[in-house]
């Protein structure tokens, strides 16, 4: 008789702690089984793709397809035009799950849930192929700041050189001789024709300490202009060959697209890149390709997708990604089923079946 109440005890903290899990298991069994769970999407290639007859094919979409199938789903696709909307949708509770290439940013994680990351990626750069027109990286060129420098370093080497000639000379050849403005000039003016290698005739120190300046500076000055010149022809020569833009440090100088309501106008935004909108990815590669703009950012595996299928022969992907993202599916927060989509997205993205997907779409991951 004693046990009873001791029973009863260890029965109610049971009930206590097993209410939340039968209560969860009750609420999956019942999204899985008595409602068709409506599934947000929007073209996104090669994550979300829509054919012809209507049906949806893509990395996310097939990811889906065997989380929805291994949990017993029943579902329908809507679909979206554009990410924001998308976005909207689910904190709206319009979709119980957003599939597309969604990336997590905490803005997004302010008014909505993410499942388990299925794939890591980040910004791509986007550029004309071959380069641009010639005559814009000569100019970019020759008013940098390093060009600057180069130019000032080369005449104040003349002027100190020159001013040597004349201290040394002023008092034994005339020709730098008749007051220190006229000597002084006189100076300079047979340092910079002696750097340029053109002849200066018998114009020229006569003195030992001044010719013992003069061969100095000749020999000098064959080094410093061939330095500067091979300097200046590697610089054209790899913009020429390569454009202006070899990775996101370059992008602040050129006039760069960015498609419209998605995390990339936040990441430059951030960066304080000025760029420019576009509704649609093409219409930003169309813009890119007509010159434009010069470089255009976005996510890097939809960049190169797009770029394959129709743009390969005259843009070209930069060898950099930057701002690292992670795609995942979008839900509702507080949504009754994220950690059983979680285990199963997981169990997904760690087979050799993802691997096999990643392989067919990307043709590596």
């Known amino acids: 008789m004693r046990l009873s109440p001791m029973l009863a005890a260890l029965t109610g903290t049971v009930l206590i702690f097993a209410g939340p899990c039968r209560a969860q298991t009750a609420a999956n069994a019942e999204v899985s089984s008595q409602r068709e769970l409506v599934i947000g999407t929007k073209e996104a290639p090669p994550f979300a793709m829509k054919a012809a007859d209507g049906t949806w094919q893509g990395i996310s979409i097939d990811l889906w397809r065997r989380v929805a199938d291994q949990l017993h789903l029943h579902y329908r696709f809507a679909e979206e035009p554009d990410v924001q909307e998308l976005i909207d949708g689910v904190a709206a509770g319009k979709f119980d799950v957003a599939v597309a290439a969604l990336t997590v940013t905490a803005g997004r994680e302010q008014i909505l849930d993410f499942t388990q990351p299925f794939y ?32 000032l370093a080369l005449i104040g080497l003349a002027l100190a050189v020159g001013f040597l000639v004349w201290l040394f000379e002023r008092r034994h050849n005339e020709d730098f001789g008749g007051g220190v403005a006229k000597g002084l000039s006189s100076g300079v003016w047979w340092s910079t024709v002696a750097m340029t290698q053109r002849s200066t005739g018998n114009f020229g120190p006569r003195t030992l300490l001044g010719r013992i300046v003069a061969i100095v500076w000749m020999i000098a000055s064959i080094v410093t202009i061939a330095v500067f010149t091979a300097s200046i022809t590697s610089v054209l020569t790899i913009k020429h060959l390569q454009g202006t833009v070899h990775g996101v440090s370059d992008l ?57 299928q129709g743009f390969s022969s005259s843009i070209e992907l930069v060898d950099a990604t930057f701002a690292p993202q992670e795609y995942a599916f979008a839900m509702p927060g507080n949504s009754p089923f994220r950690k059983t989509l979680d285990v199963a997205i997981l169990d997904a993205i760690h087979s050799s079946w993802w691997e096999q997907t990643i392989f067919r779409y990307l043709g590596t991951r």
């Open 120 to 151: 890591a990626t980040g910004l791509g750069i986007a550029v004309p192929a071959g380069g641009e027109a010639s005559w814009l990286p000569i100019i970019r060129t020759m008013t940098s700041f390093g060009f600057a420098q180069a130019i």
């Open 252 to 308: 602040s100088a050129v006039r760069v697209g960015a498609l419209a309501g998605t995390s990339t106008e936040d990441t430059l935004s951030h960066m304080r890149i000025t760029y420019r909108k576009f509704a649609t990815l093409q219409d930003g590669l169309k813009a890119l390709r007509a010159h434009r703009i010069e470089a255009f950012v976005y996510d890097k595996p939809l960049l190169a997708w797009a770029i394959q």
